[in-house]
């Protein structure tokens, strides 16, 4: 069984702060890991995702999380925020391939990106 | 490529009323979801298919709801009889075999009134 836990429901920060979103994760197996973004009405769009290969993934639009897997973490981080970065923002994992959870993933709660100018 | 098509964008519908949410999957991928996103409960996984089987219904609420996969590039899932705690945004997503990560649809946002 798998799940994630995101840590803040929301996250406030200045334009051009650090952004710091919190994910950990809990897996039976070796999981495949993934951060997604959901801007207002609309579906989610993936952001990065590791899966076993180098344990620093960067993603679209700036972004980049590091697996940990000491610390069952895989936290998004962004060096500057800009405000076009408010929307929410979503952990998921599966388990990787050949095991029967392969493909099926399982999201976090979510948490809310505000960005301040 | 037009991505994950979900329509329709919105509905609107009366309790007791029979609601089809339909998906056209990205050509190509094997792999397809149903999802539903709640402000109390996140997003939960209903259904997904494999080379249009069913491979695990477990997330699905109860009876009333059902979903058929009759060709690779199409989808439905259907709620029969609908009640107002199944308004929610319902998400269809795809992905090929051995990649991971799916490709989302803009979701349906289901109102039941």
């Known amino acids: 069984a798998q799940s994630v836990t995101q840590l803040g429901s929301h996250v406030s920060v200045s334009e051009g702060a650090l952004v710091l979103l919190r994910c950990n994760y809990s897996s039976s197996v070796p999981p495949y890991l993934f951060w997604y973004v959901q801007y207002p009405n609309q579906g989610l769009q993936l952001l990065l995702k590791y899966t076993s290969a180098a344990t620093l993934v960067k993603g679209i639009n700036g972004f980049e999380a590091e697996f940990k897997k000491s610390e069952t973490s895989f936290h998004l981080t962004k060096p500057s925020a800009h405000m076009s970065d408010a929307a929410e923002y979503f952990c998921?994992?599966?388990?990787?391939?050949?095991?029967?959870?392969?493909?099926?993933?399982?999201f976090g709660q979510g948490t809310i990106l505000t960005v301040h100018p | 490529d037009a991505g994950v098509i979900q329509s329709p964008r919105h509905e609107v519908t009366e309790m007791g009323q029979e609601v089809t949410l339909r998906c056209k999957p990205i050509?190509?991928?094997?792999?397809l979801f149903w999802y539903r996103q709640t402000m109390m409960r996140g997003l939960e996984l209903l259904i997904y298919f494999n080379n249009n089987v069913p491979i695990d219904d477990s997330g699905m609420p109860e009876d009333r709801f059902s979903a058929k996969m009759p060709n690779a590039s199409f989808s439905t899932l259907k709620i029969q009889p609908s009640e107002p705690r199944d308004s929610a945004v319902y998400f269809c997503?795809?992905?090929?075999?051995?990649?991971?990560?799916?490709?989302f649809g803009s979701g349906t946002r289901l109102t039941v009134v």
């Open positions: 050509s190509g991928h094997d792999y």
């Open positions: 998921a994992v599966t388990g990787n391939a050949g095991g029967t959870s392969y493909g099926k993933l399982t």
């Open positions: 997503a795809s992905s090929p075999t051995g990649a991971v990560g799916y490709t």
